[in-house]
Structure formats: C-alpha cells, structure tokens
C-alpha cells in the first residue's frame, strides 16, 4: 500500500535535478515562514518589520522554486511527440521557402 502514489511526493529527476513536489514545497515553505515569524518575536521586531520579513521570505523561496522548474524543463530534452509537433508547426507555416522570397507563387496572406 506504500507504494500508492508516492509519485505525488517523489519525483523522478530530470535532467540531473532532483524536483520538487508541489505538497513538499508548500509545507518547506510553511516551516520557513514560520521560522521567521518566531525570529521575529524573538527578536522584539515589530508587526510591520515582521510581516516585511515574511513577504521578503515568501517572494525569495517562490523565486527559487520557479527557477528551480524553468531550469527542469529548460534542460528536459524534447520528446518524440514534441518533435513531431515542430514537424507539422513547419509544414503549416505560410513561411516562404528560401528560394521562392521573391517569386510570384507566393500569396499575398
């Protein structure tokens, strides 16, 4: 029963980078902020420069996750169904071919 959708929370890596699932993200970024609340109180700061802290935490933890997914799928390399999609991208372009730029077979669309 283990076995059941442990998908959900264990990615497969891809490209070299270990990814990060949604779930695992929300509740790593819940213990941050958390952290910084009790810093904060710890610290006397007050409600404004607490709440900034949190903000500033909350803005660079969701900066790095979505670098984190940008470089996994940059570095994804295409598959068979992608490369048949940029075939028939290519196929159905009104692109001119190379020779015929300035010949009159070229419609005017």
């Given at each position: 029963?283990?076995?059941?959708?442990?998908?959900?929370?264990?990615?497969?890596?891809?490209?070299?980078?270990?990814?990060?699932?949604?779930?695992k993200?929300?509740?790593?970024?819940?213990?941050?902020?958390?952290?910084?609340?009790?810093?904060?109180?710890?610290?006397?700061a007050?409600?404004?420069?607490?709440?900034?802290?949190?903000?500033?935490?909350?803005?660079?933890?969701?900066?790095?996750?979505?670098?984190?997914?940008?470089?996994?799928?940059?570095?994804?390399?295409?598959?068979?169904?992608?490369?048949?999609?940029?075939?028939?991208?290519?196929?159905?372009?009104?692109?001119?071919?190379?020779?015929?730029?300035?010949?009159?077979?070229?419609?005017?669309?």
């Amino acid at each position: 029963m283990l076995g059941v959708g442990l998908s959900t929370f264990f990615p497969e890596p891809v490209g070299g980078l270990s990814g990060m699932s949604l779930p695992k993200f929300i509740i790593g970024m819940c213990f941050a902020l958390a952290i910084v609340i009790v810093w904060s109180y710890l610290g006397g700061a007050s409600l404004g420069t607490t709440l900034f802290r949190v903000i500033g935490c909350a803005i660079v933890i969701q900066m790095g996750y979505f670098l984190l997914v940008f470089a996994m799928v940059a570095r994804n390399a295409p598959t068979p169904a992608d490369k048949i999609r940029d075939a028939e991208r290519k196929l159905s372009s009104n692109e001119a071919a190379e020779g015929e730029k300035f010949s009159a077979r070229r419609g005017l669309h």
